[in-house]
């Protein structure tokens, strides 16, 4: 059970002057199971990645596996692809369209086909595992918050019972306690089952809390690709290209360089904490 | 996806033709497009096509691009085809079997229709590929703006136009992004009768509707936040002048005006080839 990309070239509008090379040899590996952040500048390429893994668009060259499947060769089953890798986009409203919001995150299943009941249950579990309050579900999805919308679009994707969740950007333009909420509830999910998730975003605080592995994209290429503590140690050259390391990362450092002996590996404050704690006694 | 329409997209080249004044652009592309009607000759057509190709190699937008801008409009030119092809009755009769019937004036008509729709599409997509529609609309509140002594709102009319054309490629975006959002979620906007591919609209239709509100309201709000009262007493930030390169193309354009008028009537090459 994995994604593998291999060779991935993504070109928009070629041939004309807005042509743009947006992904360049992209060769990735994504276990099952496993927590991924995504980060780059903007205009890196990440929501262009992202888009090529349940075949919404296709790569100009380069191949992809699902479950060691070529998804380009003939027959492939795009649509039960697209219901076991969902895809929630970085703004919720450009999916939340029924009268409800329960109407709307049994849209998703609903297009699989199952019956009212099974649909109606799945939204229920889903919606609850967003953490989205009761007395929203009969309110129309325009009249939520940006948080809550989130949760509905979150659960609109989650009903479909993917194996995999790629978010883009969940996070973006919602306050700090809105944004860990919505972070700690896919942490929570993740932890739960055995999903997959592929998280996008530009705060290098939360992939560093919550990522087992970071991909740093850079001009359309793969830059890093690894374990958050060894992406961080590189946080010169993430400086160069408009990234930075967590801020406990440059604390560590300093102390470190004026002599506290201390791990600069850390890449949360709460470790960061400890092991300051730790070198001090 | 949907965002590869080039009809009519402004192409980004340095050119004479991109710097050029927008009137100018405008009242030369109607002029062209009356000078197609002005002739009925091959020397006329052969003076057509030079200019128009004179005026694409000028312009530095590939000819690949130009083409794949009439790509859109091929079932217009078809329809033209056999409606001048088959209703036209003039002159001998070439081919005749049970109600179709075409005559050769019939084949006259159609070739010649179909050069001048054409040159006509490639000849004003010429000027949306060269003016950005900001200029465009510029040029139109200027070259009407003597209308505003009968009262018409021209400034009003001419910002309405910019705001909309300013809208397409954005909405034509939104309707991308929602779409994939909505595929993504296993929407099927393909298979089905009539009904239910109108039924499977929705989902794209209602975001679409919605966001285009908003962004409207936001643009409203940010146009009052800036003061904006119409265009009594408004000034440009880039004023319209015409300068001696926009002379010259006036010049240029009139003379070909002229010159296709004078051949097309009186250059005894009347023949028709086919
Ligand atoms: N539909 C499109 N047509 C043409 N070019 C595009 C399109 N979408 C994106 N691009 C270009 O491709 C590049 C990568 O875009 P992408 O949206 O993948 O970046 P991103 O890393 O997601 O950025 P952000 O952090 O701002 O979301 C950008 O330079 C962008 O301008
Ligand atoms: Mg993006």
Redesign the interface.
Known sequence: MSIRLENLNYVYSPGTAYEKHALKDVSLTIPHGEFVGIIGHTGSGKSTLIQHLNGLIRATSGQIYYNEENIYQDGYNMKELRSQVGLVFQYPEHQLFEIDVMTDVCFGPKNQGLTLDECRERALEALRLVGLKEKYYKASPFELSGGQKRRAAIAGVLAMRPRVLVLDEPTAGLDPKGRDDILEQIAYLHRQTDMTVILVSHSMEDIARYADRIIVMNHGEVMYNDEPKKVFAHFRELEEVGLAAPQVTYIMHDLKERGLAVDTGVTTVEEAADEIMAAMR | MI??I?IGQY???KSVLHRLDPRVKLVSTLLYLISLFLFKSIPGYIMATLFLFGVIRVSKVPF??IVKGLRAVVMLLMITVIFNLFLTRDGAVLFHKWIFTITEGGLRTAVYMTIRLIYLIIGSSLMTFTTTPNELTDGIEKLLYPLNKLHVPVHEVAMMMSIALRFIPILLE?TD??M?????????LESGNMIQRAKSM??IL??LF??AF?RANDLAMAMEARCYRGGEGRTKMNPLHYKTRDRIAYIVVIVYVIGVFFVGRYVPLGIWIF
Do not use: F, L, M, N
């Open positions: 965002r590869d080039t192409y980004p080249a690949k691009h939104e992004k929602i994939k959002a909505q595929i993504a979620r296993g929407a099927d929705i989902p209602v975001p919605v966001s908003r």
